[in-house]
């Protein structure tokens, strides 16, 4: 019987950059997956194949941060409350036999002035991508792609990875962080993989775990929304009007039908996006050529569910 492959585990800045170094002689490049842990089956995979071996087929060296960035969080948001689960996650890890190293950065290590989440009150080097972080997420939460692109930036310049991966789930984020390799002039490889789901659809997330069995039951509703409007796209339909009403009657209805439960939740839509894959503003029609990418976000209780689907177009 084969054993595991060792992981080497680094929770400070110097000792994984010496390590880094030490690739570098030997011309071993590295793929990088930063995650803020609680790990599930949505960030091991892509579809039938293991999320991270992809990683490792693209680059020898894999490494994965764990690390809950409080820069994205409002001072309103769940920070304390987001589920932290690293001995699971490192098992997790391990399973896969394919992960060379975690990074655990400690919070005083990336922001060396502190981080208080009223962003008045913050000191130091912040990086932000200006025209793509105000719509579709931006809008409900304006400083989140702020903390993203700052904790990225930090962790690239870090890691120095060959390539990086991350989940279509948060297609915005994919195109902030692209947009952020290719104006900071990163020598990066982005890949994007496929949205993780369950067996009924729901996108796998970390805070799915906040969810009780009864909004669990009813958190595909956003899903079944946006695959009610590509279905509509799939047949033809290119006008964002006609599109968008049909994921809205969808989302209503089922609005309603948890009312008249009364099951002590309530559904609350966000909002829905149709939106151009290469500048995120907002669709009139679709063209052909273009495609769009289709969005969203549903409040199911207190628990915040994102989706999206692509409309003809690759991130």
């Not at 995979?45 to 941060?65: A, N, T």
């Not at 969080?73 to 036999?97: G, I, Q, V």
């Not at 969808?250 to 039908?257: A, N, Q, S």
């Amino acid at each position: 019987m084969s054993s595991r492959k060792e992981i080497l585990v680094f929770d400070n800045i110097p000792s994984l950059r010496s390590w880094r170094q030490q690739c570098i002689k030997q011309d071993k490049q590295v793929a990088f997956i930063p995650t803020m842990g609680s790990l599930h089956e949505g960030h091991l995979s892509l579809g039938k194949r293991r999320y991270v071996k992809q990683g490792s087929q693209h680059c020898p060296i894999v490494v994965v941060s764990i690390f809950v960035n409080p820069a994205q969080f409002a001072p309103n948001e769940d920070l304390d409350k987001y589920p932290r689960t690293l001995s699971n996650d490192l098992e997790l890890l391990r399973s896969l036999d394919c992960v060379d190293a975690v990074f655990l950065p400690k919070v005083e290590e990336i922001y060396p002035y502190g981080i208080p989440l009223d962003v008045e009150k913050q000191k130091g080097a912040f990086v932000e991508v200006r025209d793509k972080s105000h719509q579709m997420e931006g809008k409900s939460r304006p400083l989140f792609f702020r903390g993203v692109s700052t904790v990225v930036t930090k962790l690239f310049n870090i890691v120095q990875p060959n390539c990086v991966f991350f989940g279509q789930k948060d297609a915005q984020q994919c195109i902030v962080i692209r947009t952020l390799i290719s104006d900071l002039h990163f020598p990066i490889e982005m890949h994007v993989g496929t949205t993780g789901r369950e067996y009924d659809g729901l996108a796998m997330s970390s805070r799915n775990k906040y969810l009780t069995p009864d909004q669990r039951n009813y958190a595909t509703t956003l899903f079944k929304g946006l695959s009610a409007i590509k279905n509509e796209f799939d047949q033809g339909e290119k006008n964002r009007e006609i599109l968008l009403n049909k994921g809205y009657e969808l989302i209503e209805k089922v609005t309603k039908e948890v009312m008249e439960k009364n099951l002590g939740f309530e559904l609350k839509l966000d909002y829905l996006s149709l939106v151009d894959p290469r500048t995120l503003e907002e669709l009139q029609e679709i063209e052909e050529e273009k495609g769009a990418i289709l969005s969203g976000a549903l409040y199911v209780g207190k628990t915040r569910v994102i989706d999206n689907l692509l409309l003809n177009c690759t991130l």
